[in-house]
């Protein structure tokens, strides 16, 4: 299985008035994540552009287990889960660093539309196929 | 079934690169529907607040079915579902009123937390179950 | 001089852990304004883009006289600000509709690019010409 | 003059429909400077807010010279700008490190309130006046 970890410093905007990041952020925690997977492995979004595609989410998911709030900062483990389909599936595991426990958990789906007429792909791109199979996935 | 309807116009801010409303920020849009629904239904987190909670989002979930862009506006209606336990549930459904399609589904589920201590409470509060009772739910 | 005047609910996603608005969702606020200003007006981005320019802000400021809290209501008053020059300037204030209280005042300028050159267009366009002598401006 | 660098990757949640980074953003971008500046130099907003103290931003100024797109990274210099009265007040450089253009520069001024009464200090906390004078500011 393949993943990423990256560290976040929680920003004074992504707080609300109850003193803890808002729910709605994670989906940019997890967003920094997928972006330092792609980097990381070579699944970057503007790969995938130059490819012809863009893939946006069509589905997503976060269970909150414990607030984070300001002044704290935060590991995200993004792990990529196989599939046959032509979709990207993701998921991730936000750590409280400065408590250590686990703060959320999440799951994201993309498709891939063609990149200028927007029409959804149904097969997998043959890019995307190549590189499943140089991870052997 | 208690519900709420709600039309959004579309922010430039909140489109992103792809010239499409950005995923997350349909937990805004989610927001906003709870909100509404809050003030017709009498259950505003203002009014929990003095009640002595606060009701953070514990899982949330979208799936996008269409892509908004600028220059759209939404329907948002927000459903109430029901449970017995000590917990606020409510499902969405997004409708681009420009083109009519459905754009996005999702839920919410929300616990009662001790305002102060940021305890989880376990039993029903009573407000919350007489809220319930006078809708027959 | 001609304006326009809108009213938005504050956002539980708008707050920070201050309890209050955060600073910088005012430009979001600003931006609600313009949106209106342009709908009444004949000037929305849309038919800006339609005739061959977007318009990009340069410039904007900020000035805050009080807090506001969620809970509450604001009205924004956007004013056009003529100029001689290839530009649009607004001025804003923003009122607390809970309390009456001025909060906000600020002013944003905009330039025209080529929609697909983004190349600056020095010469007030045409249509912006013959918008402004619409309204004697 | 005491001052800070960071570095930021762009988010795609930070881009809008013009394919550029949202300039409302570039508040977050400030915010992030002045946080890494508390950090390196002893003025974080928790040592203040331990010293009794919340230092709401009361003015905010952004001139943009050029877009910034994603999948570009930014540096962003804080610099302090002395002042005898009881503010704080930062000077910004945003500079595209892709390009090595400098794509913005902004202010910011931010008074001192009581944490609990939320009233505005107008005589130089005694901590900000020892810090300033560990700088020879």
Redesign the interface.
Known sequence: MISCEIEI?I???E??????V???NY??FF??GR?AFGKAHGL???TIFDKGY?T?????????KA?V???QAIKVITRYIPTKSAKIQFEYEVINLSTGELCAVGKTMQVFLDKDS?VLELITPDFYREWKESYNL
Chains 1, 2, 3, 4 share one sequence.
Do not use: C, N, Q
């Open positions: 410093d920003r004074f905007s707080t609300d008035a109850m003193g803890v808002w729910h709605g989906l940019k967003e920094d972006e970057e979004y503007l863009v946006p989410i069509v589905k997503s998911e976060i269970d909150h607030p709030y300001y002044g927007r």
